[in-house]
């Protein structure tokens, strides 16, 4: 775009006339400018040539063959290398200056003394012109390392685990340095050996790579713990993975360090020989140590998700085998206790009918009714154990039992409301929901002092909705106190956390008497499933107990 050239048409002129004129003369000057050059800073060749291409002597070659939009993409060009090899944009601009101080004399040999204010001006604007490209390549180059920077923090922030963590670092790497394909390894566990966890320009064949440490180059980086690099793979005879030697030209590698120790290495490959510029290798140790650290987050946070998912799925195991053993105590109690308090009340009953004495009479009497009482209380404990009325009639009715006991044992008046859709649910969702209304229902009685409790239960598309709302004294915040344990509430929280569910405790909406207390659950309705298939011999054997006790 010819418009945004930073130099006058007139002026570009002026300037390719010098060139022409001087041609003859570039390699003196050339040489008087390398010596001055070296004298004042002591560059190295790479600098020396990147230097050399923003003087009007090599711009000369550009204007002959195309113009100067060209030299200027140049100048951008090797603006970014300067700033890569991180030269001081001082010395650029002393460059420029001991470039246009050795011109001077030759100017005045070859241009008549009127025109030559005219042609330093021009020259002057050339060189200003000329160090503003260099000075926006500085600027962009540093925002793209930012922006690179930046971009691993986010990529930290907002990836849902590791996996996703590495494939995003590994993607921001790669374009940050143009690279045609790039890998993270990471070491596993404690064990000296790398594996393949993200790929850029591989195919799957990678992703059962072993590597040892020490091995080949990304172990003897792993072993060293600095960057390494192959500039020109073809010249290279070390172990090199065919994988790699296939794919690339050149190979950069570096450590990823969670302080001093190594937890993986980060690879990128070129498809042309390729060496890096100092800044490079920094900015590719930055990009790596900042990586580290996310991936060694996103490793612990990963880690303590799967410990607690493990948890959460033992406790669901626990809770489960507590609900099987607490059947197998309820049909023992049936088969044994109650089937022989069964044969001792018929043989009293025998025993009362075949005795005459009055006071004999009276003790088997007294003795039936303890019987009575006991098979009463064991078929009570049975139907708390493993309830029946859950089993056979569902959820709601179980629901409305445990609120009439609430009423009769502990004088509260209860009030159950269920939504019309609610309908049964899979039996895990209805023993939870049953075991937390009969857990909250417990504590209301034991600890609320309220005259009433609300217990609703409806259904929202796929959830459901419980809440269980007491006019009572209302929960206070518990003070820590390890000596005493209770596990009603956590226990509550466990069973619907199992379910996905979630469980809150608060306190009441609206209440005339006290500030009560508020339990809400919702959890994923699931169908009615497997309910009948499960219970069936201990739901006829424990009517039995039932009806044969009243
Ligand atoms: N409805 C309620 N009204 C007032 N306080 C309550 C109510 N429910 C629970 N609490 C308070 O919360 C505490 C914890 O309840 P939680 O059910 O976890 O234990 P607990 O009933 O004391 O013992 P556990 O249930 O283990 O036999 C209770 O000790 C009580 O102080
Ligand atoms: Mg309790």
Same mark, same amino acid.
């Given at each position: 775009?010819?418009?945004?050239?930073?130099? =006058?048409?007139?002026?570009?002129?002026?300037?390719?006339?010098?060139?022409?004129?001087?041609?003859?003369?570039?390699?003196?000057?050339?040489?008087?400018?390398?010596?001055?050059?070296?004298?004042?800073?002591?560059?190295?060749?790479?600098?020396?040539?990147?230097?050399?291409?923003?003087?009007?002597?090599?711009?000369?070659?550009?204007?002959?063959?195309?113009?100067?939009?060209?030299?200027?993409?140049?100048?951008?060009?090797?603006?970014?290398?300067?700033?890569?090899?991180?030269?001081?944009?001082?010395?650029?601009?002393?460059?420029?200056?001991?470039?246009?101080?050795?011109?001077?004399?030759?100017?005045?040999?070859?241009?008549?003394?009127?025109?030559?204010?005219?042609?330093?001006?021009?020259?002057?604007?050339?060189?200003?012109?000329?160090?503003?490209?260099?000075?926006?390549?500085?600027?962009?180059?540093?925002?793209?390392?930012?922006?690179?920077?930046?971009?691993?923090?986010?990529?930290?922030?907002?990836?849902?685990?590791?996996?996703?963590?590495?494939?995003?670092?590994?993607?921001?790497?790669?374009?940050?340095?143009?690279?045609?394909?790039?890998?993270?390894?990471?070491?596993?566990?404690?064990?000296?050996?790398?594996?393949?966890?993200?790929?850029?320009?591989?195919?799957?064949?990678?992703?059962?790579?072993?590597?040892?440490?020490?091995?080949?180059?990304?172990?003897?980086?792993?072993?060293?713990?600095?960057?390494?690099?192959?500039?020109?793979?073809?010249?290279?005879?070390?172990?090199?993975?065919?994988?790699?030697? @296939?794919?690339?030209?050149?190979?950069?590698?570096?450590?990823?360090?969670?302080?001093? =120790?190594?937890?993986?290495?980060?690879?990128?490959?070129?498809?042309?020989?390729?060496?890096?510029?100092?800044?490079?290798?920094?900015?590719?140790?930055?990009?790596?140590?900042?990586?580290?650290?996310?991936?060694?987050?996103?490793?612990?946070? @990963?880690?303590?998700?799967?410990?607690?998912?493990?948890?959460?799925?033992?406790?669901? *195991?626990?809770?489960?085998?507590?609900?099987?053993?607490?059947?197998?105590?309820?049909?023992?109690?049936?088969?044994?206790?109650?089937?022989?308090?069964?044969?001792?009340?018929?043989?009293?009953?025998?025993?009362?009918?075949?005795?005459?004495?009055?006071?004999?009479?009276?003790?088997?009497?007294?003795?039936?009714?303890?019987? @009575?009482?006991?098979?009463?209380?064991?078929?009570?404990?049975?139907?708390?154990?493993?309830?029946?009325?859950?089993?056979?009639?569902?959820?709601?009715?179980?629901?409305?039992?445990?609120?009439?006991?609430?009423?009769?044992?502990?004088?509260?008046?209860? =009030?159950?409301?269920?939504?019309?859709?609610?309908?049964?649910? +899979?039996?895990?969702?209805?023993?939870?929901?049953?075991?937390?209304?009969?857990?909250?229902?417990?504590?209301?009685?034991?600890?609320?002092?309220?005259?009433?409790?609300?217990?609703?239960?409806?259904?929202?598309?796929?959830?459901?909705?419980?809440?269980?709302?007491?006019?009572?004294?209302?929960?206070?915040?518990?003070?820590?106190?390890?000596?005493?344990?209770?596990?009603?509430?956590?226990?509550?929280?466990?069973?619907?956390?199992?379910?996905?569910?979630?469980?809150?405790?608060?306190?009441?909406?609206?209440?005339?008497?006290?500030?009560?207390?508020?339990?809400?659950?919702?959890?994923?309705?699931?169908?009615?499933?497997?309910? *009948? @298939?499960?219970?069936?011999?201990?739901?006829?054997?424990? +009517?039995?107990?039932?009806?044969?006790?009243?």
């Amino acid at each position: 775009m010819p418009a945004l050239l930073p130099i =006058k048409e007139s002026q570009r002129g002026i300037v390719q006339q010098i060139a022409h004129v001087l041609q003859p003369r570039f390699a003196e000057i050339r040489a008087d400018w390398r010596k001055q050059m070296f004298a004042d800073f002591q560059l190295d060749g790479r600098a020396m040539a990147a230097l050399e291409r923003l003087t009007i002597g090599t711009g000369f070659r550009v204007f002959c063959h195309a113009d100067m939009e060209r030299f200027y993409e140049n100048a951008g060009y090797y603006g970014t290398r300067l700033a890569k090899l991180k030269i001081d944009t001082r010395v650029i601009s002393r460059s420029l200056d001991i470039y246009l101080e050795i011109l001077v004399p030759y100017l005045r040999d070859h241009f008549d003394g009127d025109r030559l204010p005219e042609i330093i001006a021009a020259l002057d604007r050339f060189s200003s012109a000329t160090y503003v490209s260099v000075s926006d390549a500085y600027f962009d180059n540093q925002k793209a390392e930012s922006a690179a920077l930046l971009s691993v923090l986010d990529a930290e922030l907002s990836a849902s685990g590791l996996d996703a963590l590495l494939e995003r670092v590994l993607q921001i790497t790669v374009n940050t340095f143009r690279a045609t394909i790039g890998i993270i390894l990471l070491r596993d566990g404690d064990a000296p050996v790398l594996r393949a966890r993200a790929r850029v320009g591989f195919g799957p064949e990678v992703d059962n790579l072993e590597i040892e440490f020490g091995t080949g180059f990304s172990g003897q980086i792993a072993v060293t713990g600095e960057p390494g690099i192959l500039p020109d793979i073809s010249e290279s005879h070390g172990t090199l993975n065919p994988f790699c030697r @296939d794919k690339a030209q050149a190979l950069w590698g570096v450590p990823l360090k969670a302080g001093d =120790k190594v937890i993986g290495v980060l690879l990128i490959g070129f498809a042309k020989p390729y060496f890096w510029l100092d800044s490079e290798r920094e900015l590719l140790r930055a990009i790596a140590d900042r990586s580290a650290l996310a991936i060694q987050r996103a490793g612990m946070t @990963d880690a303590l998700r799967e410990r607690e998912g493990r948890i959460a799925e033992l406790s669901g *195991h626990l809770l489960r085998a507590q609900e099987e053993e607490r059947k197998r105590i309820s049909r023992e109690l049936h088969d044994e206790t109650g089937q022989a308090l069964m044969v001792i009340r018929l043989y009293l009953g025998m025993l009362e009918q075949t005795v005459t004495a009055r006071t004999a009479k009276a003790k088997i009497h007294e003795t039936l009714d303890v019987v @009575d009482r006991t098979i009463e209380g064991i078929r009570r404990i049975i139907g708390r154990l493993s309830p029946l009325v859950l089993q056979e009639l569902g959820l709601i009715a179980a629901i409305r039992k445990e609120a009439k006991d609430l009423a009769k044992s502990a004088g509260v008046k209860a =009030k159950v409301s269920v939504g019309e859709n609610v309908g049964r649910l +899979s039996p895990v969702t209805e023993t939870a929901v049953y075991r937390v209304v009969q857990e909250a229902l417990h504590n209301v009685a034991k600890h609320a002092n309220a005259s009433t409790v609300s217990i609703q239960l409806r259904r929202e598309g796929d959830l459901v909705k419980l809440c269980i709302e007491d006019d009572g004294v209302g929960i206070k915040a518990q003070k820590p106190n390890p000596g005493r344990r209770s596990f009603g509430l956590a226990g509550m929280r466990e069973r619907i956390a199992t379910l996905g569910g979630s469980l809150k405790v608060g306190a009441a909406s609206r209440n005339a008497q006290g500030p009560g207390t508020k339990i809400e659950v919702v959890v994923p309705a699931a169908s009615a499933g497997d309910w *009948h @298939d499960r219970g069936l011999t201990t739901v006829q054997e424990q +009517s039995a107990v039932q009806k044969s006790s009243n």
